[in-house]
């Protein structure tokens, strides 16, 4: 219906290579990863708190309001980041950053310790959102960018699903530091994916002037 229907811009769409698709598949991998390793905490709250000593309080503090706290204010220098730097080493640094502070989790000996890690993990998971949605209006026209948004969402509830699943099987298996290191590991291996099997893309590709991202 005509008032319905958003006003195009006259800059034309481009086509999608075939590349573009690898990007998508490693961004829901991302995705994936960034929620395991946020999750996987939740279904260990009580052998951490047996073992550290830690009350509900804290640990409730440490899985929302401090967490998000921190995910939030490092959100935006980020995002700022994203706007002018190469966001596949963006997204690289922090995949890689906040895979070394799960592992770390594993090592914590006490809730300081945990705590400090976990922020670690907020600031990481807090740059990669704002570099992937970037990084996917580069690589798909202004037509198929919803649906390629939708399976980058994917990822997401792949992780929550896995972080809840394989934390609770590798605690039980193996403990709950265990945990931590396994679920951190691979993130490492995608981080190094991510920053050298993909170019950066002509930044704004479907905009009159588009430039490329600094490398």
């Known amino acids: 219906m005509e008032g319905l229907e958003a006003p195009r811009s006259e800059a034309p769409d481009f086509e999608v290579e075939g590349r573009a698709y690898y990007v998508l598949f490693l961004l829901v991998l991302v995705g994936a990863c960034n929620f395991v390793d946020r999750q996987i905490l939740t279904i260990l709250l009580q052998p951490i708190k047996q073992e550290l000593g830690a009350s509900d309080t804290a640990m409730g503090f440490l899985t929302g309001f401090g967490f998000a706290a921190f995910f939030v204010v490092a959100g935006f220098p980020l995002a700022r980041w994203a706007d002018r730097g190469s966001r596949r080493s963006i997204i690289a640094l922090c995949v890689g950053f906040w895979s070394l502070?799960?592992?770390?989790?594993?090592?914590a000996t006490s809730?300081?310790?945990?705590?400090?890690?976990?922020?670690?993990?907020?600031?990481?998971?807090?740059?990669?959102?704002?570099?992937?949605?970037?990084?996917?209006?580069?690589?798909?026209?202004?037509?198929?960018?919803?649906?390629?948004?939708?399976?980058?969402?994917?990822?997401?509830?792949?992780?929550?699903?896995?972080?809840l699943m394989l934390g609770g099987w590798i605690n039980q298996a193996f403990g709950w530091r265990v945990a931590f290191v396994a679920v951190g590991a691979p993130g490492l291996l995608l981080a190094l994916v991510m920053r050298f099997s993909i170019a950066e893309p002509v930044r704004g590709r479907d905009a009159p002037s588009a430039k490329v991202a600094p490398r």
């Not at 502070?101 to 090592?107: K, V």
């Open 101 to 107: 502070m799960t592992m770390a989790s594993g090592f």
């Open 111 to 163: 809730f300081l310790q945990l705590a400090l890690a976990r922020v670690g993990t907020a600031v990481g998971e807090a740059g990669s959102a704002p570099a992937i949605a970037s990084l996917v209006a580069d690589h798909f026209p202004r037509q198929g960018r919803g649906r390629a948004m939708a399976v980058v969402f994917i990822g997401p509830a792949i992780g929550v699903f896995l972080g």
